[in-house]
């Protein structure tokens, strides 16, 4: 990299000498304080601020700042001399030397609103607010976005309503992007779908008014019938479940749920998988068995095996062995797994988290949507250790607080907990 260096920087030489000043209209950012930064480094942004791009990039060469830090700032040296491209390019340097690099990522997403591609810039000022759910510029320019596009995309479904239904449906489907918590156009499409038959394109509608509205009776049903017709049994027993909670001793649900069952008993499945779905919290060993199940196809065994000594006769021996060989689950530094040691739902997060990460690693794109405004969760301190992980999952919509605002972080997880989450996750993956 050093020896590659000198002739990047005379390539930003040539192209940025002999320029005149400039009127910088786009928002550069603040630099974060408590964050050493050579005088040569702030002098550059400073530079910038007045116009002078030539002398701000004279600066950043000059500064001892880390690498990505300083491809960051003469991509914004770029973006002021309107060169997009070249500045793309020096974003995209800096996120691959530092993928949390705030400066870059703030300067990709304003190129891609630039250049019109508003639905990727929405993505990229989504996925900034949740790294940095209080700045709020960021929080504006995704405000702002998401409110101009939903209402354009409504206006459109509006004007084509009754007159061409698949353009009506696509302004819709539009709108959604844009507005997921807006439940009554994500509950409409899924109506149509399903009424056309169509349950791929209806299940994950349903799903996200599920989301929205937990306790929605009619969306449950449907969830369950749904769940039974594409023979994801597990699902619609859980759905069902959630429907009893609300109707207790309801004699349609419990024979509905007795027939499901009666069918999921006829699945290959080792018969303690199977009974999972019907206990009220979940110990390690199962949880391992429901993140290999529902992620196999995402899990490699791309190195040698983690040796673990206590889990001779486990029915999830293959998931347990995947699941900590990837990192998602720990052993314990004498190799034991600990099976039937019960996690709370701290520890819970911490899988999810590390689950998400191993995704990530591994070239998928995840799309969550984050919550405006970030959420405060009122059972847990900023100190706790597991805050970071907890606060990013709540914010991502991954993970729920109750009605009081309480993460609960020393409860057990259930069944239901485990897999909601993870099909949150399972339904954010891109690629």
């Known amino acids: ?13 040539v192209a940025c000498g002999g320029v005149k000043p400039v009127t910088v209209d786009f928002h550069l950012p603040v630099l974060e304080s408590g964050t050493f930064l050579d005088s040569f480094y702030r002098q550059g942004w400073e530079q910038l601020r007045q116009g002078d791009s030539e002398a701000a990039y004279r600066s950043f060469q000059n500064s001892v700042a880390p690498l990505d830090k300083k491809q960051a700032a003469f991509g914004y040296v770029f973006m002021a001399r309107r ?5 793309s390019e020096q974003f995209a340097r800096a996120l691959e030397s530092n993928p949390a690099n705030l400066e870059a990522g703030t300067g990709r997403a304003m190129i891609l609103e630039f250049e019109g591609r508003t639905a990727e810039a929405f993505c990229a000022y989504g996925g900034l607010l949740l790294q940095a759910p209080d700045d709020a510029w960021i929080k504006l320019k995704y405000e702002s976005i998401r409110s101009d596009a939903t209402q354009a995309h409504l206006l459109e479904a509006e004007q084509a309503k009754g007159r061409d239904d698949g353009r009506y449906l696509r302004a819709l489907e539009q709108a959604s992007f844009y507005s997921p918590d807006m439940t009554a156009i ?4 899924a109506e149509h779908y399903y009424a056309e038959g169509d349950l791929q394109r209806s299940l994950p509608r349903y799903e996200a008014v599920l989301e929205k509205e937990p306790h929605n009776e009619a969306v449950l049903l449907k969830l369950a019938a749904i769940y039974e017709k594409k023979e994801k049994l597990d699902l619609a027993i859980v759905t069902l479940d959630r429907l009893l909670a609300l109707k207790p001793g309801d ?20 018969e303690k998988f199977k ?6 919290e979940v110990n390690r060993e199962e949880l391992a068995a429901l993140v290999g199940y529902y992620f196999d196809r995402y899990i490699e065994m791309d190195r040698s095996p983690e040796i673990i000594t206590d889990i001779d006769g486990s029915f999830a021996r293959e998931q347990i062995i995947k699941t900590v060989t990837a990192g998602i689950l720990r052993a314990r530094p004498d190799h034991t797994f600990a099976r039937f040691v019960t996690p709370d739902r701290s520890r819970f997060a911490v899988t999810l988290q590390a689950l998400i990460d191993y995704l990530r690693q591994k070239g998928h794109t995840l799309r969550f949507t984050p919550l405006t405004p970030a959420p405060v969760i009122a059972d847990l301190s900023p100190l ?3 805050f970071q992980a907890i606060s990013s999952l709540i914010n991502s919509q991954v993970l729920a607080l109750d009605d009081r605002g309480n993460f609960n972080p020393t409860s057990p997880v259930s069944p239901a907990d485990v897999i909601y ?7 954010a993956i891109e690629n």
Request: charge should be positive.
């Open 1 to 13: 990299m050093k020896a590659m260096l000198p002739a990047a920087l005379m390539l930003l030489t």
């Open 83 to 87: 060169k997009y491209s070249a500045a």
């Open 186 to 189: 994500t509950l409409q499409i």
């Open 251 to 270: 004699p349609f649900l419990e024979s509905e749920k007795k027939r499901v069952r009666d069918r999921f008993q006829e699945v290959t499945l080792p």
């Open 275 to 280: 009974r999972i779905f019907f206990k009220t």
């Open 384 to 386: 706790h250790k597991e």
């Open 421 to 427: 989450a993870l099909k949150k996750i399972l339904n």
